[in-house]
T-cell receptor, first 114, second 106 residues
Framework: NAGVTQTPKFQVLKTGQSMTLQCAQD?????MSWYRQDPGMGLRLIHY???????DQGEVPNGYNVSRSTTEDFPLRLLSAAPSQTSVYFC?????????????FGPGTRLTVT | RKEVEQDPGPFNVPEGATVAFNCTYS??????FFWYRQDCRKEPKLLMS???SGNEDGRFTAQLNRASQYISLLIRDSKLSDSATYLC???????FGQGTELSVKP
């Protein structure tokens, strides 16, 4: 099993550009989520999904969109990149019927917006 | 007040020392608690769940104090390989603390 994979590993964008961060898992997990990590801030939840076709907002959803058309994939879209979105982005998945289960994280995408 | 707060450290300790981290949470209805470990620029990985009765895994002991709304992580006989950032996590929506950095020195 590859676990949770994320692409790209690194990305530089100019202000106003859009892009999609890819996330895939091969563990048949129902729950997937996106976090961003900034120095001194810990991980903050952007969006999450409890299954295919169902998504919801987390703590910091503004400027990001998600969709969940399959169990395996959970892409994160930046609509119009801003310097404030410079961060490390982690995708995670977990099994079970809630957030009381271990989260498996991908290796992260390091995004810089200039 | 933040939902989950940790002392950011860094904690600098010698090998063999015992070190303890605390993490406070604001939502008294929280039911799930975890400690994650994050090595420099890597993804977080689950260290241990925290159960109401407290639990131990080798050199690591986790405890929950519901009355005072905090969880703790105790590391005994610290190893150089324990150097990392330790994140406390409080569920429902898995709110992460900002992490406590530990550096174990020879």
């Amino acid at each position: 099993n590859a676990g949770v994979t994320q692409t790209p590993k690194f990305q530089v964008l100019k202000t106003g550009q859009s892009m999609t961060l890819q996330c895939a898992q091969d563990m048949n997990h129902e729950y997937m989520s996106w976090y961003r990590q900034d120095p001194g801030m810990g991980l903050r939840l952007i969006h999450y999904s409890v299954g295919a076709g169902i998504t919801d907002q987390g703590e910091v959803p503004n400027g990001y969109n998600v969709s969940r058309s399959t169990t395996e994939d959970f892409p994160l879209r930046l609509l119009s990149a801003a310097p404030s979105q410079t961060s490390v982005y982690f995708c995670a998945s977990s099994a079970g019927s809630g957030f009381s289960y271990e989260q498996y994280f991908g290796p992260g995408t390091r995004l810089t917006v200039t | 007040r933040k939902e989950v707060e940790q002392d950011p450290g860094p904690f600098n300790v010698p090998e063999g020392a015992t070190v303890a981290f605390n993490c406070t949470y604001s939502n008294s209805a929280s039911q799930s608690f975890f400690w994650y470990r994050q090595d420099c620029r890597k993804e977080p990985k689950l260290l241990m769940s925290v159960y109401s009765s407290g639990n131990e895994d080798g050199r690591f002991t986790a405890q929950l104090n519901r009355a005072s709304q905090y969880i703790s992580l105790l590391i005994r006989d610290s190893k150089l390989s324990d150097s990392a950032t330790y994140l406390c996590v409080v569920g429902g929506k898995l709110i992460f603390g900002q992490g406590t950095e530990l550096s174990v020195k020879p």
